[in-house]
């Protein structure tokens, strides 16, 4: 295959301008770099600029992407190998710390390799992650009692401490808490209520075709009463209806009962993914 080059977009416009279509080949695999880029492209203040977009081409067009925008991951699509050390090197030369890298498995393992043995870097394994995707939700999956709800500015104090036990239970490189109220505030946050909150869900890329579920949560108190995959199901169950295609979420393979979960539900298994944290020392 021809030797890749790195093209480095100036802005979110011309990034998706080129890669669009690329990237829908697979909306569910590349979802979060779609969904970051039109984060960007929408003015999101939470985004650090200048933001890094790059198409890896050779000759024969697009072979992968990769976008990043502090203090989100540094997320990157499926790449030959002969593209990772120049893609890497290319983000080193924007500047600004890459912090986390997130990629389909093998990519990420090569990102990882590359990081420590030619860039003299450390890095540390975060997650592991099953991707799933659904079009169809089991009928008998919203079960548990209760309702779903949006979130509003009443639930403010439950989210914030909802969110602090969820980042000491899943790292992650956003603020937790902040990433909930921001979506409390989109309107892309939701309860499961039954007499009171009892889990929540967010939805991330609500504008695109397949839709992601960002974040579940259920506080240990209210753990084994099927408010999760009610809640869930109900909310993937209303987007369906509303006209999406598809909707996405990922699962930490260290924690099998959460694919069992979801596959109750109606989600299949779709691809895997790895997270990194990166550090030079």
């Given at each position: 295959m021809?030797?890749?080059?790195?093209?480095?977009?100036?802005?979110?416009?011309?990034?998706?301008?080129?890669?669009?279509?690329?990237?829908l080949?697979?909306?569910?695999?590349?979802?979060?770099?779609?969904?970051l880029?039109?984060?960007?492209?929408?003015?999101?203040?939470?985004?650090?600029?200048?933001?890094?977009?790059?198409?890896?081409?050779?000759?024969?067009?697009?072979?992968?992407?990769?976008?990043?925008?502090?203090p989100?991951?540094?997320?990157?699509?499926?790449?030959?190998?002969?593209?990772?050390?120049?893609?890497?090197?290319?983000?080193?030369?924007?500047?600004?710390?890459?912090k986390?890298?997130?990629?389909?498995?093998?990519?990420?393992?090569?990102?990882?390799?590359?990081?420590?043995?030619?860039?003299g870097?450390?890095?540390?394994?975060?997650?592991?992650?099953?991707?799933?995707?659904t079009?169809?939700?089991?009928?008998?999956?919203?079960?548990?009692?209760?309702?779903?709800?949006?979130?509003?500015?009443?639930?403010s104090?439950?989210?914030?401490?909802?969110?602090?036990?969820?980042?000491?239970?899943?790292?992650?490189?956003l603020?937790?808490?902040?990433?909930?109220?921001?979506?409390?505030?989109?309107?892309?946050?939701?309860?499961?209520?039954?007499?009171?909150?009892?889990?929540?869900?967010?939805?991330?890329?609500?504008?695109?075709?397949?839709?992601?579920?960002?974040?579940?949560?259920?506080?240990n108190?209210?753990?084994g009463?099927?408010?999760?995959?009610?809640c869930?199901?109900?909310?993937?169950s209303?987007?369906?209806?509303?006209?999406?295609?598809?909707?996405?979420?990922?699962?930490?393979?260290?924690?099998?009962?959460?694919?069992?979960?979801?596959?109750?539900?109606?989600?299949?298994?779709?691809?895997?993914?790895?997270?990194?944290?990166?550090?030079?020392?």
């Open positions: 021809a030797k890749p080059r790195i093209r480095r977009h100036t802005d979110a416009r011309s990034f998706l301008e080129s890669s669009l279509d690329w990237l080949m697979d909306e569910v695999a590349n979802n979060e770099i779609i969904g880029a039109e984060l960007l492209l929408a003015g999101q203040d939470y985004l650090s600029q200048p933001a890094y977009y790059a198409t890896v081409e050779n000759d024969e067009g697009i072979r992968g992407c990769a976008v990043q925008s502090l989100e991951s540094f997320f990157v699509s499926g790449l030959p190998n002969s593209a990772v050390v120049p893609l890497l090197q290319d983000r080193i030369e924007f500047g600004q710390p890459v986390w890298a997130t990629a389909e498995t093998k990519t990420a393992a090569a990102i990882a390799d590359c990081w420590s043995n030619i860039f870097g450390v890095w540390e394994e975060m997650n592991r992650w099953q991707v799933h995707q079009s169809e939700i089991n009928a008998d999956a919203q079960c548990a009692t209760g309702l779903l709800r949006c979130a509003t500015a009443n639930d104090s439950c989210i914030e401490e909802w969110g602090e036990i969820f980042a000491v239970e899943s790292p992650s490189p603020d937790i808490p902040e990433f909930l109220l921001r979506k409390m505030n989109e309107g892309n946050l939701y309860f499961w209520d039954d007499n009171g909150p009892r889990s929540l869900c967010a939805i991330s890329g609500n504008a695109m075709s397949v839709v992601r579920i960002s974040a579940v949560f259920t506080p108190e209210h753990r009463k099927g408010y999760a995959r009610a869930v199901a109900t909310l993937v209303e987007l369906l209806s509303a006209g999406h295609k598809r909707c996405m979420l990922l699962t930490d393979l260290a924690k099998p009962n959460l694919t069992k979960l979801y596959a109750s539900i109606g989600f299949m298994p779709h691809s895997q993914r790895m997270s990194v944290k990166l550090r030079r020392d």
